[in-house]
Every structure is written in C-alpha cells, then in structure tokens.
C-alpha cells in the first residue's frame, strides 16, 4: 500500500484518540527490530498529523494490525462493529456474549448454507484469532452441531490478564479455517509382538525436533536423545494418516515411533500407552516429534521406562485422532460490544 492509497483509506478521528494513541506508542517497552521500527513509527507519523485524517477499519485489514501493533485500545475502538459474516457458503454469527468479572464467555455459531460440510467434530484448527483492547488469552471449543440446520455452535472464552472488559469496548473474533469429519479411534496395536521385541542399532541423525513433553521435567532435551530410524519399508498402518515406523529397545527403554501424515492439513495426532492384565495404563515417560524432511508428515517417539523383559506383561494399545479430508478455508470475522449486564 502506498502513501496514496493509505490516505485514501482514512477517515476523521476524534483529537482525544489521536494523542492517547501517540502517548501509548511513546510509552510502548517492546523491543522492535531497527527497520520495523522505521516503518511503524513513518506510518503513525501519517495518522496523527493534525490535519491529516486517520485509517479508516472498515475493510481495511492492514491498517487494523498496524494500529492494533501499537495501540490495542485505540484499534478496537476504531473497529466497526460487525455481529454476522459470511465466507464460502458459511455464516458466522454472534449468538450471545456475558461478562462476568474478568471472563467473557461467547457464543457464536457457524451456519453452512450450501452443503453437509460441517458436523458434531467440526474444529476451528487453531486459526482463530482474538482481539480485545487489553491483554488477554482465550480458547475455543465446539459445544454443539445441529444437523437439522447445519449448524454449529462454538463457545469462546476470554480471560482478561490486566483489565476487565468494561461495556462499549469491542471484542474481534476470526477465524480462516474449520476441520470436519474427524475420526477417534482407541485400540490395541496387534501388529507389536511384545514377546519378540528387540534392540535398536540403526538411529537417526540430526532429528528435526518440533517439540516434546516428560512425566518428570518441564523440559525436554531431545538433542541428547537417540530416535529410531524410521523404517518406512516395514511401516504398518493404523489408520489412514498413521503408521508405525519403528519399535524396539533403546539404552534399556522400549521406543515406538509413529508417523502422522499432513498434520498441517489434517491435525492427525495421537498417543501410544501400555496396559497391563488388570487393565492398569502406563503411559510414556516421554515423547519427542521431528518433522520429515518435507516438514508435512510429523514422526513422534514414545518412550516407555519398559525393558524387554517386563514388555511381556503388557499389551500396546493407542488413541488417535485423525481427519483425512482438506480444510475449509475462509475469511470470517466479526467485531461486537460488550454490553452491561443487567
């Protein structure tokens, strides 16, 4: 966007704002990248000239994460207010909003008007976002799908860190993408002989790690761990999106490595555990996952603090969660008040 285009896009603001805005970025603590710097601060210079009108929100996304960068407070009051959308034969509606002390709790729902695409395990896929003008954190989960309608309703809740949401400051929801025809399967890993499991020799080299978790540290160090070499000539499938490539001893502990497939795309994940003939679960003491070289596929490593010799005792089972169809892609987003509670 050029400087042209940019003052096209602006409307008259209040002198009040225009100074709260500057005083905030003035007082701003965040370090910011030399360059970055430049251009933000070049941008504000533009809205704050007396004279010179401010950024206009409506439809006009950049100048909303310009401001919002700056001035969270001064963005959302600027945003219009917007309760419906539609996107790809989908509707996005706010259903109901309350404030109680520091948590807002919302509900909103996503209404397809042209197909069966959505369902009882309809997820947003982490591409929501939320905007309030003060610092929060918040989560969004489905509550319930009619399929009479084809609607699905997700609730969306807010935890204010600093400072409650007072009534007339606006909360922005968006979402880009929604994961349906999800499929949960819990079973017992027939294909795994605990009777003839042997030690590892071949490993992986300089595992691309993307994260990890231990039952007894808040950290992994999965640089000083040895990870199976995956054996895709031997994989065995689980389900559609889920293989094993590879199980045996490592330094004394059972490894058992799982590939999920596209997780990008698909969110496939899951777990393996142990049970033994009470029915008593054991969980991994830990687990590591690395990407594939195309970083598409994700392979896990689950550890058991199991040897050879106790395995026998044991049955593998594993849970997984898998969805195999794209997701439905979109740009929806509703801005609305909050409203004093009665």
Same mark, same amino acid.
């Given at each position: 966007m050029n400087g042209k285009?940019?003052?096209?896009?602006? &409307?008259?603001? !209040?002198?009040?704002?225009?100074?709260q805005s500057e005083f905030e970025f003035h007082q701003k603590k965040k370090i910011i990248h030399v360059k970055r710097r430049i251009a933000i601060a070049a941008c504000l210079c533009l809205c704050l000239c007396g004279t010179v009108p401010i950024l206009a929100f409506a439809g006009n996304d950049f100048a909303h994460e310009l401001l919002y960068s700056i001035s969270p407070s001064i963005a959302q009051k600027l945003k219009p207010i917007n309760v419906s959308c539609e996107d790809n034969g989908i509707e996005m509606t706010v259903v109901a909003a309350e404030v109680n002390g520091e948590k807002t709790t919302i509900l909103l729902s996503m209404h397809d008007k042209i197909a069966?695409?959505?369902?009882?395990?309809?997820?947003?896929f982490d591409s929501y976002s939320i905007c309030t003008p003060y610092d929060? &954190?918040?989560?969004?989960?489905?509550?319930?799908?009619?399929?009479?309608? +084809?609607?699905?309703?997700?609730? /969306?809740?807010?935890?204010?860190t600093d400072h409650i949401l007072l009534p007339g400051d606006k909360i922005t929801f968006s979402v880009n993408q929604l994961l349906s025809k999800k499929e949960h399967n819990n079973f017992k890993i027939e294909k795994i002989d605990t009777n003839n499991v042997y030690s590892i020799t071949e490993f992986l080299e300089e595992p691309d790690i993307r994260g990890g978790? $231990? %039952?007894?540290?808040? %950290?992994?160090?999965?640089?000083?761990? /040895?990870?199976i070499k995956p054996d895709e000539a031997n994989a065995f499938i689980l389900k559609k999106g889920v293989a094993v490539t590879g199980y045996g001893i490592v330094e004394g502990k /059972?490894?058992?490595?799982?590939?999920? %497939? $596209?997780? /990008?795309?698909?969110? +496939?994940?899951?777990? @393996?555990?142990? #049970? +033994? !003939?009470?029915?008593?679960?054991?969980?991994?003491? &830990? %687990? @590591? *996952?690395?990407?594939?070289?195309?970083?598409?596929?994700?392979?896990?490593e689950f550890v058991f603090e199991v040897s050879a010799e106790?395995?026998? +005792?044991?049955?593998?089972?594993?849970?997984?969660?898998?969805?195999?169809? *794209?997701?439905?892609?979109?740009?929806?987003?509703?801005?609305?008040?909050? !409203? #004093?509670? !009665?």
């Amino acid at each position: 966007m050029n400087g042209k285009e940019l003052l096209q896009s602006m &409307s008259e603001i !209040e002198n009040d704002l225009i100074i709260q805005s500057e005083f905030e970025f003035h007082q701003k603590k965040k370090i910011i990248h030399v360059k970055r710097r430049i251009a933000i601060a070049a941008c504000l210079c533009l809205c704050l000239c007396g004279t010179v009108p401010i950024l206009a929100f409506a439809g006009n996304d950049f100048a909303h994460e310009l401001l919002y960068s700056i001035s969270p407070s001064i963005a959302q009051k600027l945003k219009p207010i917007n309760v419906s959308c539609e996107d790809n034969g989908i509707e996005m509606t706010v259903v109901a909003a309350e404030v109680n002390g520091e948590k807002t709790t919302i509900l909103l729902s996503m209404h397809d008007k042209i197909a069966k695409r959505l369902d009882e395990t309809t997820d947003l896929f982490d591409s929501y976002s939320i905007c309030t003008p003060y610092d929060q &954190s918040g989560g969004c989960s489905l509550v319930s799908y009619d399929a009479g309608t +084809n609607t699905a309703t997700f609730m /969306l809740t807010i935890e204010q860190t600093d400072h409650i949401l007072l009534p007339g400051d606006k909360i922005t929801f968006s979402v880009n993408q929604l994961l349906s025809k999800k499929e949960h399967n819990n079973f017992k890993i027939e294909k795994i002989d605990t009777n003839n499991v042997y030690s590892i020799t071949e490993f992986l080299e300089e595992p691309d790690i993307r994260g990890g978790s $231990d %039952s007894e540290s808040e %950290s992994i160090d999965g640089d000083n761990m /040895l990870f199976i070499k995956p054996d895709e000539a031997n994989a065995f499938i689980l389900k559609k999106g889920v293989a094993v490539t590879g199980y045996g001893i490592v330094e004394g502990k /059972l490894h058992i490595q799982v590939r999920f %497939s $596209d997780i /990008l795309n698909t969110d +496939n994940h899951g777990y @393996v555990y142990l #049970k +033994n !003939e009470d029915g008593k679960v054991v969980n991994c003491q &830990s %687990s @590591v *996952a690395f990407w594939d070289q195309s970083h598409v596929n994700s392979y896990e490593e689950f550890v058991f603090e199991v040897s050879a010799e106790e395995l026998v +005792n044991y049955e593998i089972w594993g849970e997984f969660w898998t969805c195999n169809n *794209a997701p439905i892609e979109g740009e929806w987003q509703v801005t609305f008040p909050v !409203e #004093k509670n !009665e």
